[in-house]
């Protein structure tokens, strides 16, 4: 038992290798990384030395870490910006580079997103009344990152199409 703890512990090499080939294989930040080498026993000082030689040799970006993350996340999670935002504060990205990063979103694909999303879930509640229905799409967005007029805004466009439909 006591064998495989020790079997874990890597030295400050193999550990600096493991994180290059982590961030090799996909973006990082730097408390991903810490995390990870934290897990295979190393303490943080050791992994702090192993952030600083990854940002030299820029296989650790924040900037553009953040990027990937925030285009990820609006067009695959259909995110929006208040959980994107939320998200990478968590993670240590600092708030300059993550409202210079949010800024280039497009509002329109956030809405686009919004709007498929509200959708899918409108089908699901079909049966409800209308008031409730708004109450499970507003709530729906916004868990999942939208602002409040954004909200509104689908919630709008959704009555406009049903009523059309229904012409």
Request: net charge positive; with cysteine; glycine share 4%.
């Amino acid at each position: 038992m006591e064998n495989r703890k020790s079997s874990k512990i890597m030295d400050y090499k193999e550990a600096l290798q493991y994180a290059m080939r982590l961030c090799a294989a996909r973006e990082m930040c730097k408390s991903d990384i810490i995390k990870k080498v934290c897990l295979k026993g190393l303490d943080v000082v050791t992994a702090e030395k192993i952030i600083l030689e990854l940002e030299k040799g820029r296989f650790i970006d924040e900037y553009r870490y953040t990027r990937a993350f925030v285009n990820d996340k609006v067009k695959f999670s259909r995110w929006g910006v208040q959980r994107i935002k939320q998200t990478l504060q968590q993670k240590g990205i600092s708030k300059a580079v993550i409202i210079e990063v949010c800024q280039g979103v497009e509002g329109d694909l956030l809405f686009q997103n919004g709007l498929k999303l509200a959708q899918a879930k409108l089908k699901s509640i079909r049966n409800d009344k209308p008031l409730s229905q708004q109450r499970k799409i507003y709530n729906l967005l916004l868990y999942r990152g939208y602002d409040v007029n954004m909200i509104w805004r689908i919630i709008r466009e959704l009555k406009i199409k049903s009523e059309e439909e229904t012409d």
